[in-house]
C-alpha cells in the first residue's frame, strides 16, 4: 500500500463529497458510497503525508507543536484493525444492474460477512491508542460554546458524514474536544487535529465513534 494520502473530490447528482481516505480505501466505506461512486467523477491529489511516522515538515502545519517528535502523523486507514481494513479492501464488487450491495449479500458468504461487521466496527488499532497524533478530517459539531464556537464535535474523513450521508464505521470516527471552540465558518473545510489519542467510545445521535482526542491544537487543512 502507497504511503501517499489522497484527497478524492466526488461529484454527484447526490451532491459532492470530499474524502481524505486513500484511493484504495475509498472502496466499500458504506454501501452509500457504492451507490454514489456509480455516478461520481472522482478527482485524486497527492499529499505528501506519511503514514504511522513521526510529524515531519511534509504536514504543512503553521503551527509547531510541542515535543514535534512524539507526534505520529496518520492517515485515517490507520485507525481500522488489520481484520477491518482487510475486509473493506475486499470489499464485494460494485453492482451495475441497479443494486447496490446491501440489495445482493449473501448470509453465506464470509467475505461478504466480513465487510457488513467492517461497516459497523468499533476495533481500534492499539497501536496508536494513547500516542499524540495530528490528522486531517472534516468537523461534524456535536457541542457549542456560549459564543457558538464548536467545542465538541466528530473528525471524520469526507465531507457530509453523518449528515449528508451515513457515517463512516465507528473506528473512522473521533470524538474531539477542543475547550478553547473551533470558528467553523463553513462546514467544506477540512482541519488538523492534534492531540492524545484514546480508545473511549461515544455515543451519540448522530453516530458512534471508537475513538477519542482532547484537541491540543486545531488548524485549518489547506488543499
Request: aromatic share 12%; proline share 6%; charged share 20%.
Amino acid at each position: 500500500m502507497s504511503n501517499l494520502e489522497y484527497l478524492a473530490i466526488f461529484t454527484s447528482e447526490l451532491g459532492y463529497t470530499v474524502s481524505l481516505y486513500k484511493s484504495t480505501a475509498i472502496v466499500g466505506i458504506q454501501s452509500m458510497f457504492a451507490k454514489l461512486l456509480k455516478k461520481s467523477l472522482i478527482v485524486f491529489i497527492g499529499t505528501s503525508v506519511l503514514s504511522g511516522t513521526v510529524l515531519s515538515q511534509d504536514y504543512k502545519l503553521e503551527f509547531e507543536p510541542e515535543n514535534p517528535e512524539d507526534v505520529v502523523a496518520l492517515k485515517w486507514e490507520d485507525l481500522m484493525s488489520q481484520a477491518d481494513l482487510a475486509a473493506i479492501l475486499d470489499a464485494p464488487p460494485v453492482s451495475h444492474d441497479g443494486y447496490g450491495w446491501d440489495d445482493k449479500f449473501s448470509a453465506d458468504s464470509p467475505v461478504e460477512n466480513a465487510f457488513q461487521r467492517a461497516l459497523q466496527s468499533f476495533d481500534v488499532n492499539p497501536e496508536f491508542v494513547g500516542k499524540r497524533v495530528v490528522l486531517p478530517g472534516f468537523v461534524v459539531p456535536t457541542a457549542y460554546n456560549d459564543e457558538r464556537k464548536v467545542t465538541e464535535f466528530f473528525l471524520v474523513p469526507f465531507f457530509g458524514a453523518c449528515i449528508h450521508v451515513p457515517p463512516p464505521p465507528p473506528n473512522q470516527i473521533i470524538h474531539v474536544t477542543f475547550e478553547q471552540g473551533l470558528q467553523l465558518d463553513s462546514m467544506y473545510d477540512a482541519y488538523y487535529i492534534l492531540g492524545e489519542l484514546s480508545s473511549q467510545v461515544v455515543r451519540h445521535d448522530l453516530a458512534d465513534s471508537a475513538y477519542s482526542l482532547n484537541a491540543e491544537h486545531v488548524e485549518i487543512y489547506n488543499y
